[in-house]
């Protein structure tokens, strides 16, 4: 007997969708939204796109743009302030994984109080969010149908992880239009980051029926279209990422991860690097290790990658190493830990950080410091 729950959020999708976000904030009760995005898609214009749609919904809007790559808690705090001077309600995340994430944890602090780091870790968070409604414009990060919300803590200079059913959003709007302006070394690592959540969605020992349906229908989307996407950036190559993205999300919110993502938090919490990236330098090395422990499954995620192994489990394992492998080349994201600027003397620190993390408990293997120090040396 089988027992689990899949949580997801409302989720429309479809090229052009982007203009039913004001008739979805009126929907969620609006009158005076709290519009969370970024400079750069203020400029490609998406912003003005969904300025339009809530006015065209007769809903009033104030736009916070406070935000950087890898959100910060003072971000997160100057816009809690900004929602309570205005006097807003619902709020609209757009963007990647960044706007995203500080939607969502603007939301917490908005009704909840205190700061970001109170909230660390599983289900602290106690009252209920405003009204949220998350566009996604990368084909990555899944925060729109996820549970959880990355937040860097700049003090001790850490990533902070929250996983709350609250955080999940009331809708997910995915526009793959969005994808149309995203620069190029965006596509590919934001691609790597789908490709990450739905490997350790997979392997991870929360998995289940349910959450191994949408990893593998993401990982046959990338494996179809990630490197024509890349290189050619055909709207029906872009969309595919956009689904592979949407299936990952709610494989990885309702499975967790593993060691890839417990490993990338305190990389990224240190260097500010970028998140995709830090996924497609640590995954070879941590599919490696998990392999000798999930070799029941390894017969399906070759399937899911494009190739029958016909029940050598040798074979699979030699198919999904090289596919992998391809689609990493084919993304044009950064190899090594080195070409993105980490010092080899902080790996013995961050292997500890990493033993802190919340993505281990689901991991396929048990790791201990030393076996992830030899993964952080292996990727270095």
Not at 115 to 143: A, F, K, N, Q
Not at 258 to 265: D, R, S
Request: charged share 20%.
């Amino acid at each position: 007997m089988h027992n689990y729950k899949f949580e997801v959020p409302e989720i429309i999708f479809g090229r052009g969708m982007l203009s039913q976000v004001g008739a979805c904030a009126r929907r969620l009760g609006g009158k005076k939204v709290f519009l969370v995005s970024d400079k750069g898609l203020f400029h490609a214009g998406w912003v003005d796109q969904a300025m339009r749609s809530l006015l065209d919904a007769g809903l009033e809007f104030v736009y916070y743009d406070g935000i950087t790559p890898n959100p910060k808690d003072h971000e997160i705090e100057g816009g809690v302030r900004e929602y309570h001077r205005h006097g807003t309600d619902v709020i609209v995340g757009l963007g990647g994984g960044s706007s995203m994430d500080a939607a969502k944890a603007i939301a917490i602090l908005v009704s909840n109080g205190g700061r970001i780091s109170d909230y660390e870790g599983p289900d602290r968070i106690i009252r209920p969010l405003p009204p949220l409604v998350l566009c996604p414009t990368t084909c990555g990060t899944g925060s729109d149908v996820s549970q959880f919300a990355i937040i860097s803590d700049t003090e001790h200079l850490r990533k902070i992880c929250i996983m709350s059913r609250c955080v999940a959003p009331d809708i997910s709007l995915t526009d793959p239009n969005t994808l149309a302006t995203l620069p190029d070394e965006f596509v590919g690592t934001t691609a790597t980051d789908a490709l990450s959540h739905a490997m350790e969605a997979f392997f991870s020992i929360a998995s289940t029926t349910l959450t191994d349906v949408h990893a593998i229908k993401a990982l046959r989307l990338l494996s179809s279209s990630l490197s024509n996407a890349v290189h050619e950036r055909k709207p029906d190559d872009m969309e595919n990422l956009a689904r592979a993205s949407l299936h990952a999300g709610m494989a990885f919110s309702n499975s967790m991860l593993g060691i890839v993502h417990a490993l990338a938090h305190p990389i990224g919490g240190l260097y500010d690097a970028n998140h995709g990236s830090i996924n497609a330098i640590l995954l070879p090395e941590v599919i490696r290790y998990d392999i000798p422990v999930v070799t029941e499954k390894l017969q399906e995620l070759a399937w899911g990658l494009g190739h029958r192994a016909n029940g050598d489990i040798s074979a699979a394992n030699e198919k999904i190493q090289e596919t992998l492998d391809s689609l990493l080349e084919a993304s044009g994201a950064p190899r090594s830990l080195r070409s993105i600027g980490v010092l080899r003397k902080d790996l013995p620190e961050l292997a500890r950080q990493a033993l802190k993390d919340v993505c281990l408990v689901t991991s396929p293997r048990e790791a201990d410091e030393e076996d992830l120090l030899r993964i952080l040396e292996r990727s270095y």
